[in-house]
């Protein structure tokens, strides 16, 4: 009988889905379906429901998980996890493919929207450049190094061959502070000093170079520090 019961709400969720439509099911119901199968002790629903009680109700913070994190709860084994981190993946990258098809950047506003689906819900400290047309419009964007909670090593040498190889003539550049601090260490000043200045050896414009929090930013071109 157990079994039977947790096999039919298992399959609830997902007849739910397919007879209507996937907005008309509920956080918990989605994750389910994802989740795919409980366990002897409980059903795919109640797994779900346990991840998102640990992320205080929130999908944002969800979507940030590590996979040891997701493997902590009871019920989500690698498969389970893999699927999850999958699934957020996605949908980071469709909100970014969003967001820079056509896009024209014209303000540190506007690179903001592009960076912030990349960098603000990581718990370490990645360099993401976007390399620019003469008239700013988005030729690519790429991340160009990764570090830890603290900070990350800028190479000049690989951003600039990027630059070059994708025939950008501007670019901006963007890192994220896990901590939420927006203030620019001496480490961020020295980095965006020297990349200006082998810029203008390669007459490679560097417009901006932003510090990316969950929720806001700082601009070292709005702030006026942009000469070096």
Same mark, same amino acid.
């Given at each position: 009988?157990?079994?039977?019961?947790?096999?039919?709400?298992?399959?609830?969720?997902?007849?739910?889905?397919?007879?209507?439509?996937?907005?008309?099911?509920?956080?918990?119901?989605?994750?389910?379906?994802?989740?795919?199968?409980?366990?002897?002790?409980?059903?795919?629903?109640?797994?779900?429901?346990?991840?998102?009680?640990?992320? #205080?109700?929130?999908?944002?913070?969800?979507?940030?998980?590590?996979?040891?994190?997701?493997?902590?709860?009871? #019920?989500?084994?690698?498969?389970?996890?893999?699927?999850?981190?999958?699934?957020?993946?996605?949908?980071?990258?469709?909100?970014?493919?969003?967001?820079?098809?056509?896009?024209?950047?014209?303000?540190?506003?506007?690179?903001?929207?592009?960076?912030?689906?990349?960098?603000?819900?990581?718990?370490?400290?990645?360099?993401?450049?976007?390399?620019?047309?003469?008239?700013?419009?988005?030729?690519?964007?790429?991340?160009?190094?990764?570090? #830890?909670?603290?900070?990350?090593?800028?190479?000049?040498?690989?951003?600039?061959?990027?630059?070059?190889?994708?025939?950008?003539?501007?670019?901006?550049?963007?890192?994220?502070?896990?901590?939420?601090?927006?203030?620019?260490?001496?480490?961020?000043?020295?980095?965006?000093?020297?990349?200006?200045?082998? #810029?203008?050896?390669?007459?490679?414009?560097?417009?901006?170079?932003?510090?990316?929090?969950?929720?806001?930013?700082?601009?070292?071109?709005?702030?006026?520090?942009?000469?070096?």
């Amino acid at each position: 009988m157990s079994i039977k019961v947790d096999l039919l709400e298992n399959d609830l969720p997902r007849e739910k889905l397919l007879s209507h439509s996937a907005s008309s099911i509920t956080d918990t119901e989605l994750l389910s379906i994802l989740i795919g199968s409980g366990n002897a002790k409980e059903s795919a629903i109640q797994i779900a429901d346990n991840l998102l009680h640990k992320s #205080g109700n929130c999908l944002h913070e969800l979507s940030r998980y590590s996979f040891s994190e997701l493997s902590s709860i009871q #019920g989500l084994g690698p498969a389970k996890c893999s699927t999850l981190l999958a699934a957020f993946e996605l949908g980071r990258r469709k909100r970014a493919a969003e967001r820079k098809k056509g896009v024209s950047v014209g303000s540190s506003a506007h690179a903001f929207e592009i960076f912030h689906q990349h960098l603000s819900d990581l718990n370490h400290e990645e360099m993401w450049v976007l390399f620019l047309s003469r008239n700013n419009q988005v030729i690519k964007l790429e991340k160009v190094s990764e570090g #830890g909670f603290s900070g990350t090593v800028v190479d000049p040498k690989r951003i600039f061959h990027l630059a070059l190889q994708h025939k950008a003539s501007q670019l901006i550049l963007a890192h994220n502070h896990p901590s939420g601090n927006l203030t620019p260490s001496a480490e961020d000043i020295r980095v965006t000093e020297k990349l200006i200045q082998a #810029g203008r050896v390669l007459e490679l414009q560097v417009l901006d170079h932003l510090i990316v929090t969950e929720s806001s930013y700082y601009s070292f071109a709005d702030e006026g520090k942009m000469i070096a």
